[in-house]
């Protein structure tokens, strides 16, 4: 009698907000029965700042710098985002070398990410050496971002209307350098992660997601496309210089988290191949344009490929030098639900390693939701409404 | 006298082992992940914080010194102090960013506090967006080289409206 009653109890692992398998806040109710995870529930929210609601109170290019720090790994993609939807709105065109510069930063800034990821997921595996020799050759291209731009991380290439740097034939050759070194590297990673034993036993057949799953949770980029959903803006969409320097989509079929390292790894070929095709046929010409200061009225709506999977943009002006609404969704937000759902029937032990397998990004993805399920709901929040809002919220949380 | 002596030797014995192997603890109290990931850059091998003897360390309860980075929105807050509460003393604090300093571009942000030192006590600033990571390793041997003075100020006792008070007490 006593035995089945300890047997029927299951157990709630608390995890976060501060937790040493998370660099970043959030919190997991993950419940248990031994050591195999029957339900998880997610909260997320501990890196909203408020910033859809801030940049209606700044300019439009005031807004590119706020933006951009809306995530310090891809914040060229949401400045990139936010200038195509912007420039769309003004109807002006952006110099086609400028395009290209853009790409270029993109795809470097992918490398970065994915190479950022792999060794912070291999931390997670509790393979450190591979976290210190990623990380060790991860400072190649944080050092080619830094002699293009000046800064390792927010590089503030974008500016409305085009690109603040040109890249000289030294910088070309220096890029050229660096990424014959990382696509040694690359090589070896990728048969690290692909025959390594050890490493195999943390990953294969670990967090399976089926391609049907994958298409009904909307799991989007790389987490997607290891499930063998073909699912790319840069493809589907093309935006910028993609129309002229064309990506290739990159697939894996078991969809497990090994998938999800070669996915990734072998996307790196891909940015190689492409920054090297930008910089042997850069397009000559100007960097920018005059944008103007008061953006015409009206909206539009912006999909670009982040390192993570689509970057959503809506962008809605009034006619003035502010913005009427920006409305973000980042992809970590439509890949969150995949963790939830594939973590059930896991052991505690591999839950880090599935969510480190999306490649979340908190700070990108915390927005603030109201659910009210009356018809005709309309409120417009003011800036003090949602101050007092977010006091009371936490004063009631608290007591 | 002897008493006197060998609690002497005793405190700059404990001073002598902490600036030599001061345990770090991350934490990311509302960041954009910039500075987090330069927080980890500076572990990794082309900077090696380790050669410091500083080690990253997972709870709090293990280590001296917190590196803070964010601006602190409201719901992180209560975590950040109780992350606080939870280091032995002596602890130190160190903020990094622009936005662990006053907030950053979300200053005046309806869900931000404003900056660490609104919270809990700051010892070191590090300024940038993000700091690079030899400036996070200057901030950091700058703290321990304060330490070597006999008398540092830290130490805490949280008031009734959740925020910190400093007051000196000896290493």
């Not at chain 1, 839950?351 to 490649?359: C, E």
């Not at chain 2, 509460?85 to 160190?94: I, N, W, Y």
């Not at chain 2, 600033?125 to 330490?147: F, M, N, Q, W």
């Not at chain 2, 409206?161 to 007051?167: A, H, L, Q, S, V």
Request: glycine letters at 8%; proline letters at 5%; hydrophobic letters at 40%.
């Amino acid at each position: 009698m006593m035995e089945k009653k300890i047997m029927d109890e299951t157990f709630t692992v608390p995890i976060g907000p501060q937790h040493p398998a998370l660099k970043e806040p959030s919190h997991f109710r993950i419940t248990v029965d031994g050591e195999i995870v029957t339900n998880a529930v997610v909260r997320l929210g501990y890196a909203h700042r408020g910033i859809e609601k801030a940049v209606e109170g700044r300019n439009w290019i005031q807004n590119l710098y706020m933006l951009e720090r809306i995530c310090g790994i891809c914040s060229h993609i949401h400045a990139t985002a936010y200038c195509l939807g912007v420039e769309q709105l003004a109807g002006v065109e952006v110099p086609p070398r400028a395009q290209a510069i853009r790409v270029l930063t993109a795809e470097l800034e992918r490398i970065h990410s994915h190479f950022l990821w792999v060794g912070v997921a291999a931390h997670e595996a509790g393979f450190d050496t591979l976290f210190m020799y990623i990380w060790r050759d991860r400072e190649t291209v944080m050092d080619l971002l830094e002699t293009l731009s000046g800064n390792r991380v927010n590089y503030s290439v974008n500016i409305l209307g085009g690109v603040k740097f040109d890249i000289n034939e030294e910088q070309a050759d220096a890029i050229r350098k660096g990424l014959d070194y990382l696509e040694e590297r690359t090589n070896h990673y990728l048969d690290v992660v692909s025959n390594d034993a050890m490493f195999l036993q943390r990953t294969s057949g670990i967090g399976v997601m089926t391609r049907n799953q994958a298409e009904v949770l909307g799991t989007v980029g790389p987490t997607a496309r290891a499930s063998n959903v073909a699912r790319d803006v840069r493809v589907e969409a093309p935006y910028g210089a993609y129309f002229d320097y064309p990506a290739n989509i990159v697939l894996e079929e078991r969809g497990d988290l090994t998938a999800r390292f070669v996915v990734r790894i072998k996307e790196l070929f891909e940015s190689y191949r492409l920054i090297r095709l930008i910089l042997d046929t850069l397009p000559s010409g100007d960097l920018e344009t005059r944008m103007p200061r008061r953006i015409k009225e009206g909206e539009t709506v912006c999909r670009v490929e982040a390192p993570r999977g689509e970057l959503f943009y809506f962008i809605k002006s009034n006619g003035t030098d502010m913005p009427e609404r920006i409305k973000i969704r980042t992809p970590t937000i439509c890949n969150m639900t995949s963790v939830v759902k594939l973590v059930i029937g896991h052991q505690l032990a591999d839950v880090p390693m599935i969510l480190v397998g999306i490649d979340p990004c908190f700070s990108c993805n915390d927005r603030m939701v109201i659910l009210d399920r009356s018809d005709g709901y309309k409120q417009q929040w003011t800036w003090e409404a949602l101050r007092q809002h977010g006091i009371d919220y936490y004063h009631e949380q608290h007591s | 006298m002897t008493q006197n002596l060998l609690q002497d030797t005793i405190q700059r014995l404990k001073t002598w082992a902490r600036i030599n192997s001061p345990w770090v603890l991350h934490f990311n109290s509302g960041s954009c992940n910039g500075c987090d990931i330069e927080i980890l850059a500076t572990l990794t091998p082309r900077y090696d914080l380790e050669r410091f003897g500083i080690k990253l360390m997972g709870s709090p309860r293990h280590a001296d010194v917190l590196l803070c980075t964010g601006a602190v929105t409201r719901q992180a807050r209560d975590r950040l102090v109780r992350i606080y509460e939870q280091m032995h003393d002596p602890k130190f604090v160190v903020a990094i960013g622009a936005c662990a300093l006053s907030g950053g571009v979300f200053r005046g942000c309806y869900n931000v506090m404003d900056g660490i030192d609104q919270v809990i006590p700051v010892h070191a600033y590090i300024p940038g967006c993000p700091p690079r990571p030899e400036a996070i390793i200057d901030g950091v041997v700058k703290l321990l080289s304060s330490l070597s003075i006999p008398t540092a100020k830290v130490e805490t006792q949280p008031s009734t409206d959740g925020r910190i008070e400093t007051k000196e007490c000896s290493l």
